[in-house]
């Protein structure tokens, strides 16, 4: 770590969307606890946002195990007669105001930013102000199956839209160097579809890979859990893929532990040059009215 009187840098988590699979991140999340990792900050977008929202409101990554071993889709929403999707997800909003320890930005333990897409505009919004709950349900919230979120009379829906890893977001929040959990491009092949839940997330899942290169310019790790093989509806395979995040974060973790250490006056210079997030037109802070 930093010598006595040097300047730490800030560490910066994104996690990425992908439905069921996010799972994943509660194995990483235990794995950099477990090695003494700093979390200075956390950015998730879609299921990033509530794994990430989970762990920035003081849950522990054995409580978020938990919850992420019991939750069911009909926890996060119901069906309704609406032209604007087939599935409401106020529900979201609920589980997170039950099980959360805190439900304001303000209140969070670390800096959380939650990323979703402005509908109208194509930009990405990142939530750093008010409402938790109302926040991680807009970036969750899946275009066509879930109706669009509305806040502060703007139409939201799943920041996978823009980017389904935020590594600009946590860049652009302050963090030094950034570690980015990819839980989808892979390059590999994608289970074939059983539903329409599934065809929208590898929809999503098909975008963000024509962006993946972004990544490698925004963060300093990346770490990609090997569950290719699980559908993203499939939330049965949820201790299967804790694990496959701790494995995977435990081969990044020298990396990391290299990037705190300082080595000399150039290396530090490096870091704090922070570069700008690749395209900063599509980003835009909202806070609470």
């Not at 799972?23 to 979390?39: D, S, T």
């Not at 604007?84 to 969070?108: D, H, I, L, Q, W």
């Not at 979703?116 to 899946?142: H, K, N, W, Y």
């Not at 980015?180 to 579809?193: K, T, Y």
Request: charged share 20%; with cysteine; proline share 7%.
């Amino acid at each position: 770590m930093a010598q006595p009187g040097t300047k730490r840098p800030l560490v910066g988590l994104a996690l990425g969307g992908g439905m069921a699979r996010g799972c994943a991140h509660v194995g990483v999340l235990r794995e950099l606890e477990k090695h003494q990792i700093p979390i200075d900050l956390i950015v998730g977008t879609s299921v990033g946002s509530l794994i990430g929202g989970a762990y920035a409101s003081g849950l522990s990554p054995d409580q978020v195990e938990k919850l992420a071993l019991t939750i069911s889709w009909s926890d996060l929403g119901r069906a309704t007669v609406s032209m604007m999707g087939f599935y409401n997800s106020a529900r979201t909003e609920e589980y997170v105001r039950r099980n959360f320890p805190v439900t304001e930005f303000e209140k969070t333990r670390v800096p959380f930013g939650a990323v979703a897409t402005d509908l109208q505009t194509g930009r990405m919004v990142v939530f750093t102000e008010g409402s938790l709950p109302l926040a991680i349900r807009a970036s969750c919230a899946m275009p066509v199956f879930y109706t669009p979120v509305m806040v502060n009379g703007r139409m939201m829906v799943d920041g996978g839209l823009v980017g389904h890893i935020p590594a600009s977001a946590a860049r652009m929040m302050g963090a030094d160097i950034v570690v980015a959990v990819d839980i989808n491009s892979q390059h590999l092949p994608i289970p074939q579809p059983t539903n329409l839940f599934a065809i929208m997330s590898q929809s999503l899942s098909i975008m963000g890979r024509t962006a993946v290169g972004y990544i490698h310019a925004d963060a300093e790790v990346i770490i990609r859990p090997q569950i290719e093989h699980v559908r993203p509806d499939d939330l049965s395979k949820a201790a299967e893929m804790i694990a496959a995040g701790e494995e995977a974060a435990r081969r990044v973790i020298p990396k990391i532990k290299r990037l705190l250490t300082p080595r000399k006056q150039g290396f530090f210079k490096r870091i704090f040059a922070r570069p700008e997030p690749h395209d900063p037109r599509r980003v835009t802070m909202l806070k609470k009215d």
